[in-house]
């Protein structure tokens, strides 16, 4: 408990208090790798996988986006895809949008 709590020296030949700067540091470092372990390496992960999904987008594959529309790929541009919703409604959407791909027929069982 004498980390959380400085203990009460006597005036005369007690230690100083305070273990210098190395304990501190060994914390940082512990809080990095904590952080780098439980929240960057996760998130960069996901958004492979995301950048993964989009760049695999082709004609005919049925994608459900971030909105929740869910439509068949029917254009594929730069930025952008055209999807279509229902018989002869397109809709244009950004390609970042796409959160999943669906199984082939998924639409048409509805």
């Known amino acids: 408990m004498d980390f959380f709590i400085s203990s009460a020296w006597a005036q005369n030949g007690a230690p100083p208090p305070g273990g210098g700067i190395m304990p501190t540091l060994?914390?940082?470092?512990?809080?990095?790798?904590?952080m780098y372990f439980l929240i960057i390496r996760p998130q960069m992960k996901r958004q492979k996988e995301h950048r993964q999904l989009i760049d695999g987008l082709e004609k005919g594959n049925e994608v459900i986006t971030s909105g929740g529309l869910a439509g068949k790929v029917r254009e594929i541009g730069e930025n952008f895809i055209v999807l279509e919703v229902s018989d002869d409604v397109r809709i244009k959407v950004q390609k970042q949008s796409v959160s999943s791909v669906v199984?082939?027929?998924?639409?048409?069982?509805?």
Do not use: E, Q, Y
Not at 26 to 34: K, N, S, T, Y
Not at 103 to 110: A, F, I
């Open 103 to 110: 199984p082939k027929g998924t639409l048409d069982s509805n």
């Open 26 to 34: 060994i914390m940082v470092g512990l809080f990095f790798a904590f």
